[in-house]
Every structure is written in structure tokens, then in C-alpha cells.
């Protein structure tokens, strides 16, 4: 092979201007704040944004789960630029491999010069290497061009049990591309064919495998246990040279585990890239790929028994496709906590969160006035696990950050928190944002905004919110009329008035009510919200009520 004698550049580190204009009192954080965002400044123009680069020698799978296709989506989806060499096409799905058409060393060659000499890489991974040939090509290839980290998976049968790579790659995997390695990822079937047939099936042979493997060269050797048979817990043994390392993880029931292999050296290879300590890397890469399967657990792609994951579910959400996130009769019965209300009667917020969800409230607010976000925070953690095991949607009153740190189902906002279409695009399109409107032109506003109910009021005068305009039954009757979302009446409302608020003839918009002191500032949650749902199945047809 020809040598083209290029030298991979490595730019040198930018110093830091640190002859800052402001001086002496400042302190020493403050200082290389300033120092750094002057350097910045001035060097503005020059600066180079450098990106983690992988580069993937590995096979195409035309079914989108495996290969090249698993290896591009695994690093997007964890912030790492990849590059690819294909050495060979698959005709492949979610049934098997009908057909493989192997790239020869030569062309292989070309991709892995063109990428190289121009883009480089951090770090190589290696998938499908179809022939003795291709390997010795990387491995020369390699020489000229030295990276970071070279991360082996050795891929020999797909998980369908079609062949990908005969046994007449073994020898020069073993001894030529396993010592320029630095983590060897096999399963259970490839740690066996490395060993010449040894078995390969308990975490003992696991450990002894993995010893043997380290002979051959890598510094890591990384057996991954998603072949082992009859346990809740997958367990992938690192093993470094002297003390081997368990990661275990939850098996996640699922068909769509096409591809989990090659997304976990792919994610090991972009954290590796990113500049994380091969045991982070292989933590880091198992976390992903078992949220990844979680995420996957029940699409259904293809028709056959191994169907592939759905790498960028940050994106995407597939998960929940199909899932409506908010039904408009959740607002039925809307209860809003307040929490020196429920301080006063000697309960937590969490503790409130549950007695009225056991009374039968349909969705819960958590409204804060006084708590810091720390305390903020705990209590919305601790009363949406309660919500969640009930199945009733939890959102919290206008802080987005707070809804974002927990993962609450959405947020309730004021006509003077963030816009409506701001705190859509933060909250992206599952989360459920409700508005207060006291018009119906704010009402079509915030629907066209993308909010996904109204609150209307204040009904009635409040205690909760003095100086708070009341509209009336009227003002309430005006907002439903003329607003394309659902509405829910607050504002007042006590178990004497929810029959006038919910009188026919109804307004097809308005669902329910939301109630703060009715329900929180009574001795018994759980009875009052008993006898709230109880009226309010009495104003509401029977059909209606019966939703819920
Ligand atoms: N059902 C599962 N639940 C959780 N983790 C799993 C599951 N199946 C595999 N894994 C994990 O996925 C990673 C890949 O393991 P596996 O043994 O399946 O690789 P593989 O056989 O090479 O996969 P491929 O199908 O890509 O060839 C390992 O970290 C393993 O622990
Ligand atoms: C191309 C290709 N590489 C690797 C695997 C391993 O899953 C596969 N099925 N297909
Ligand atoms: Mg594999």
C-alpha cells in the first residue's frame, strides 16, 4: 500500500488572554470569566469549533437497525460527528440477511484514506469486516493514520444467526486488529469463536473468556451478556488486565434488540470520542443502549423477530405516538394545591396530592408560592410519583423549569408568564400547557399559540387571589363560547356553586372545575373531593361523568 505521508494536525491549545482590561478587586472566578470572554472576542474570527469525530468501518444494513445505519444514529444521537468506510452492503431486515455484497480492500481503502487525510478521526470503530483482506487494509491504514482509539466489535453472526464474517477472518482479527485495540466488544457466540469454540455461557466462562481474549492484545475486553439465558439482570464484563468490572442492567422485555451490539460499541466509541475514560464510556454506552431499549421496547418495524431500536428517541418519541397527553376530560375535577393552606392542616403537599387523587380529583396543579425551587422541586417529585402510579396527569403552576427538572406532565401559566408558543417549543409537543384566560380573545390566542385547555375565571371572588378581576358566570359563559379549547372555571368555586358554574344549558367547552380551598382548606381531603365529584357527577349526564 502506498504511503501518502500525511500527518494528522493536531491545533494547538488557544492560550487565554488573560491581561484582562478590569483588574485587581475582582475574584479569581470572575476573573477568568472575563479573561476567557475577552480571549474570545478578539479571537472571535479564528476560533475553531472542535467537533468528536468517529469514524465506523462496518457493513450496511438496508433494514436501518444494524451496521453503519445503528453506528450514524448512535452518534448523533450522543453529539458525535461519524464518518463512515463501508465494507460490504447487506440485503437485510428484521426476518435476516438475504445477501451480502462485499466491498473489496481496495475501495475500502479509498473511503478510509478520503476520510482520514481530510476529516479525521478521534476514534475507529470497527463492525462487519467481511474478508482477512479488509482488515489488513484498516490495519495499514491505521499505521499511516493513528487515532485516539480504536474500539473492535467483532461482529460474526447477526442476531437473526445469519453469518456475517466466516471463520477465515478469525486470524488476522486475533493478530492484527485485537492489539491496536482498545476495547474488543464480542458477545457470547463471538468470545467462543475467538477461543476456538470454547464454551461461553455462564459470568465464570464470561470472566475466563474474557482473560483469554485479553492475551490477544486489546487494552479492554468487553464480553456483553445479552446471549445469557434465564436472568432479569444482563450483566457485560470489562475486563482491563487485572481486575475485570461488572455493569449489570435490567432486561428489557422487548422484540427490538436488532442492532444492540453495534450501538453499544458505536456509543462506547462517541463517549471515548467525547474524551471519557474507557469506563465511563462502556457505563455511559450500556445506560444508552438500555434507555434506547426501553424507548423501543414496543414499536413495531418489520415483520419479523428481531425488529430495530429507535436510536434518537430525544427526538422523536415514538414511544408515545398515538398516545393522546391530554384528554379534555381530565379537567373535570382540577384540583390546585396550596401550600400554606395545607401547612396549616398539618399535611405535606405530597401528602395533599394524594388524599385528593384518592378523593377523585382528574388532574393535579401544583401551585407554589412561597417554597425555594429546591423545596419546590422535591415536593413536585414526591407528588408526581403519587399521580403517576394513579394515572392522573400533574402540572405545575408556571414554572417550566421546575415541570422541565421533574418531568411533570406540563405546566399552567398566566397571561403574564412566558408566551404560550415559547414555553411550547421548551416543552415540546407532549407536555400539556394550560393558560388562564379571562377573554375570549386571549382564549383564541393561547389556542393558537398551542396551548391545550384554558382556565377561565376567577368565577367568584377568592380568597387565594385577591385582587383578581372576577368575570362571573357570564365572563366564564363568554370564554367557552368563543374558545376552541377545552375550558375548566376557576376562581371561588365551593361545593354550593359548582351547580351554578356547571348549569345547563353547559357550554360544550367548559369540563369541569378547578378548585383550590374547596378541597385543600378542609379537615378531610379525601371527603371533601368525595363529595366534590359527587355534585359534579349529579350537574353532569351520567355518560359524561363516567369518562373518567
Ligand atoms: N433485552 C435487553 N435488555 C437490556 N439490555 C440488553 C438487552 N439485550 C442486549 N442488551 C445489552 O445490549 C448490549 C449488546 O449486547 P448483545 O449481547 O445483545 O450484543 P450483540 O449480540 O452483539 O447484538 P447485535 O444484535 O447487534 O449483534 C449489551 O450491553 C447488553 O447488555
Ligand atoms: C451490517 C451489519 N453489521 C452488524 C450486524 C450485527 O448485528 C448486522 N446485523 N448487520
Ligand atoms: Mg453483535
Known sequence: MAMLGLQRLRPACNP??????????QTRPQFVRMAISESAATEEKHMAVKVPRVLSVAGSDSGGGAGIQADIKTCAALGVFCTTAITALTAQNTIGVQGIYPVSADFLERQLRSVLSDIGADVVKTGMLPSADCIDTLCSVLDLFPVRAVVVDPVMVATSGDELAGAGIL?????????KAEVVTPNLPEASMLLDGASVGTLEEMRKAAAEIHKMGPRYVLIKGGHLSGSDDIVDILYDGSECHEYHGLRVETRNTHGTGCSLASAIAAELAKGSHVRQAVQAAKTYVEKTLQKSAKLTIGSGAQGPLNHVHQLNHWESLGEPHFRPNHLLLYAVTDSSMNKQWGRSTSEAV??????????VQIREKEADSGEFLEEAEASLKIAR?????????DRIDIALACDADGVHLGQSDLPISRARAILGPKKIIGVSCKTPEQAMR???????????GGVYPTNTKQNNKTIGVEGLRKVCEAS?????????IKDHNVKEVMA????EQLQGVAVVSGLFNQPDVVVATQKFRAILADALDDSYSRVV
Open 16 to 25: 487565554l488572554c488573560h491581561v484582562s482590561s478590569q483588574t485587581s478587586a
Open 171 to 179: 486470524d488476522a482479527l486475533r493478530k492484527k486488529l485485537l492489539p
Open 354 to 363: 394524594q388524599a385528593v387523587i384518592e378523593g377523585g380529583a382528574t388532574i
Open 389 to 397: 402510579k394513579y394515572g392522573v396527569p400533574l402540572v405545575i403552576n
Open 446 to 456: 393561547a389556542w393558537e399559540e398551542g396551548a391545550d385547555y384554558i382556565g377561565s
Open 484 to 492: 376552541p379549547l377545552p375550558v375548566v372555571a376557576i376562581g371561588g
Open 504 to 507: 345547563s344549558p353547559r357550554p
